[in-house]
């Protein structure tokens, strides 16, 4: 999109500005003119500031005597749309997926969205697509350093992570977008689905007696009463206030993907926020399983410590969180090892402790965000017109 456009019109014309028309007022008998305008377009795409100056006349003995004002040229500044959504793609080790994740998001592009391509700087956009995405440098090629610098970057109010192996589809952010209508949902989750059957992977994760960070699956097409109970979003699927999603990277120092998942959610959940699904709203996975989800003893040691910087921890904690998990996981053999994994969790609490700082974290004022989600009474607007 051009910032600039030039363009020669008479004074006594308006400037057909899209649905603004601007009105030229000139001062007879000087170089310089002024203008207004008197209709704002009701998209964002909008003149911000024009600047007027003289560049032909009629050459003529006569000037002076017929014309005071000959034409200007109107040199109209206009800046991009301020998009509504930013959607975050991270370019992981592996350039087939992330292509293929680029690609979809740009075939299913909603309006009003800005596209971020993440890097660690060693991207050289083979495609040439700087004109309709942004390339954003991270601090490496993790998902959790691309990401931050991602919401760092945005500009829409909304924050969208989609990393590689995950693949838009038609309408998928119109439905996620709407549960931030609710006043404390800091994140939304969309509904992951497996691009061979369309089963539900994942709505969202939750805790649960035999595995933390458990995803929310189904074999049915559509997300269940229990999965709309989800407490958690998968970052590299997840859609978030951009105030939020801005805090908890800054705050956080985990960069381990399935450790910022569990921290960050937590994090907000401490914060007053708290998460959402979005039933609607699909994502396809070329695999059979969600990120992060292989079972293993380092997996449920490093949950069991970030938990326990939240609620209650230390080793009777953690054993005991341990014993429940095997005993739910006696007939999963794959899951024993994570299940042993919670009893050494103690071992890293310190450690991840401080790596959090929760305190820092962007609050949910509850009272000033219903304010504003509150539509206006007549009684209120009676009590405004008393006190003015």
């Given amino acids: 999109m051009k910032l600039c456009e030039r363009q020669i019109v008479p ?56 014309f005071s004002i000959s034409c200007w040229t109107v040199l109209v500044t206009k800046f991009p749309p301020i998009p509504r959504l930013s959607i975050v793609v ?28 993440c890097h660690d700087g060693h991207y050289d956009d083979p495609f040439e697509l700087d004109g309709e995405v942004r390339f954003i440098t991270g601090a490496s090629n993790s998902v959790v350093d691309l990401v931050a610098a991602g919401a760092l970057a945005a500009n829409g109010r909304f924050v969208h992570v989609l990393a590689g192996g995950l693949q838009a589809t038609e309408g998928w952010t119109d439905s996620a977008i709407e549960k931030f209508e609710i006043y404390d949902a800091g994140v939304v989750a969309p509904v992951i689905r497996s691009a061979l059957d369309q089963q539900i992977l994942a709505a969202g994760w939750s805790d649960t007696a035999g595995r933390l960070c458990k995803a929310n699956a189904s074999t049915q097409n559509q997300a269940s009463a229990k999965s709309r109970k989800v407490i958690g979003a998968y970052l590299s699927a997840s859609f978030w ?7 908890v990277t800054e705050t956080c120092d985990l960069r381990n993907e399935l450790d910022a998942t569990y921290a960050y959610e937590l994090m907000i959940r401490a914060a007053g926020w708290r998460c959402e699904l979005a039933e609607q709203s699909s994502i396809l996975s070329e695999e059979d399983s969600v990120p992060c989800d292989t079972p293993s003893m380092g997996r449920g040691k490093r949950l069991r410590a970030i938990r326990s910087c939240f609620y209650q921890g230390g080793w009777s904690v953690a054993c005991k969180a341990s014993a429940l998990a095997t005993l739910a996981n006696l007939l999963n053999p794959s899951m024993l090892s994570e299940s042993i994994g919670q009893s050494l969790a103690p071992t890293l609490e310190s450690k991840i402790a401080k790596s959090l700082r929760t305190s820092d974290v962007v609050p949910c004022n509850v009272d000033e965000v219903r304010m504003i989600h509150q539509l206006p009474t007549v009684g209120m607007a009676a009590a405004v017109r008393r006190a003015a």
């Fill in 11 to 66: 004074v006594s014309e308006p400037i057909q500005r899209g649905r603004a028309k601007v009105p030229v007022i000139p001062f007879t008998g000087h170089r310089t003119a002024q203008f207004c305008v008197s209709q704002y377009p009701k998209t964002t795409s909008r003149p911000r500031f024009i600047g007027i100056h003289p560049i032909e006349r009629l050459e003529s003995r006569f000037w002076r005597t017929y």
């Fill in 90 to 117: 991270p370019v992981g080790r592996d350039l087939a997926t992330f292509e293929k994740t680029l690609i979809s998001v740009l075939e299913n592009q909603p309006e009003a969205a800005e596209i971020l391509v």
């Fill in 241 to 247: 206030r951009r105030e939020v999603i801005r805090s």
